[in-house]
């Protein structure tokens, strides 16, 4: 099955300054990768996702770039705010049909 | 926006007691999907449902579980002798299609703890 990994797993950054989250996958067949936010004791949304077809994705300071031959994709937030701190899964859907998470990355941002 | 819903929010049950973790999916959407989420872990697949049978599960889903679709709107988890490790967050989720290139939404999660 596919084996989604994700770094870091905390991530601290100054208000305003660019974060990054790195995810690889395993299966060569995955091709949709979506981004989950979860703020604390709350339901994971959706907050953007690519698909294979296209290498970058941009929805306002939210960005995705993928990767399909090194088998990966990164979210970038940038001009961060406090209200981006939250827990943020990357996730791959493998030739079977399931969304694989990865282990998520606690992002803080410190005004 | 339309969403996921579950019910309860917290259930507090006593080791070896069954629950009932209850979801009313999207109206629109075919494909249901239980996950879980062991404090401060990655989400888990348990098992997807489409056409009022399973299509797929995990390892985890063993036979202490059970999903029925009871009717028209409700999707249901059971787990009939709960353990102390089955103490996670539940998430129900929905999507139109199969989970290849679909969004997948999620409820607000259901948190259970086995004393």
């Known amino acids: 099955g596919e084996n989604v990994e994700q770094h870091p797993s905390t991530l601290s950054v100054q208000e305003g300054d660019s974060a990054v989250i790195k995810c690889t996958y395993s299966?060569?067949?995955?091709?949709?990768f979506p981004w989950y936010k979860q703020e604390l004791g709350k339901r994971p949304q959706l907050i953007i996702d690519i698909r294979s077809n296209v290498g970058e994705k941009k929805d306002q300071r939210i960005a995705v770039t993928l990767n399909k031959t090194a088998k990966h994709f990164s979210l970038h937030i940038t001009e961060t705010q406090p209200e981006d701190s939250a827990v943020y899964f990357c996730?791959?859907?493998?030739?079977?049909?399931?969304?694989?998470f990865g282990t998520g990355t606690s992002l803080t941002v410190i005004p | 926006e339309p969403e996921v819903t579950q019910t309860p929010s917290h259930q507090v049950t006593q080791m070896g007691q069954e629950v009932i973790l209850r979801c009313v999916p999207i109206s629109n959407h075919l494909y249901f999907y239980w996950y879980r989420q062991i404090l401060g872990q990655k989400v888990e697949f348990l098992v997807s449902?489409?056409?009022?049978?399973?299509?797929?599960k995990s390892e985890i889903f063993d036979d202490q579980f059970s999903v029925e679709r009871p009717d028209g709107s409700n999707f249901t988890l059971k787990i009939r002798s709960t353990k102390l490790e089955d103490s996670a967050m539940y998430f129900c989720a929905s999507s139109v299609d199969r989970g290849r290139e679909e969004k997948l939404f999620f409820g607000s999660g259901t948190q259970l703890s086995v004393l």
């Open positions: 299966d060569s067949a995955s091709n949709y």
């Open positions: 449902f489409y056409n009022n049978e399973i299509s797929e």
């Open positions: 996730a791959a859907i493998g030739s079977g049909n399931q969304f694989y």
